[in-house]
């Protein structure tokens, strides 16, 4: 099995209980195959679950590698907004929660 094929790739990948859809899997491995040519027809190894898991994990945020300043400003930006939002969300979700417990007023 070499780094190339999606499709082994995906077999692997299941046959670790790791659900994956091909589609992503061609991305990552062109993206590993641009950061090091060098190791294309390697055999997949356990290490490329966790590898796999976290450039899933951290694709399209503010932590993708080989984005640049720019794209990391504006995603922490939207996150912090993002944020913001469910923070909104969260206090009035309590307010109403500790109205209907008869909660007196917020101490703080």
């Known amino acids: 099995m070499n780094l190339l094929n999606a499709e082994e790739a995906v077999q692997f990948f299941n046959s670790y209980g790791l659900k994956v859809d091909e589609k992503s899997v061609k991305e990552w491995i062109k993206d590993m195959e641009m950061k090091a040519p ?10 490329d679950l966790h590898c796999y898991n976290h450039w899933c994990f951290v694709r399209g945020t503010a932590y993708e590698e080989g984005i640049d300043d720019t794209t990391k400003i504006e995603r922490l930006v939207e996150e912090n907004f993002l944020l913001k939002k469910e923070i909104e969300k969260l206090k009035k979700e309590q307010d109403l929660l500790e109205e209907a417990l008869g909660m007196p007023d917020k101490l703080f």
């Open 38 to 47: 060098a190791n294309k027809n390697r055999p997949m190894i356990e290490e």
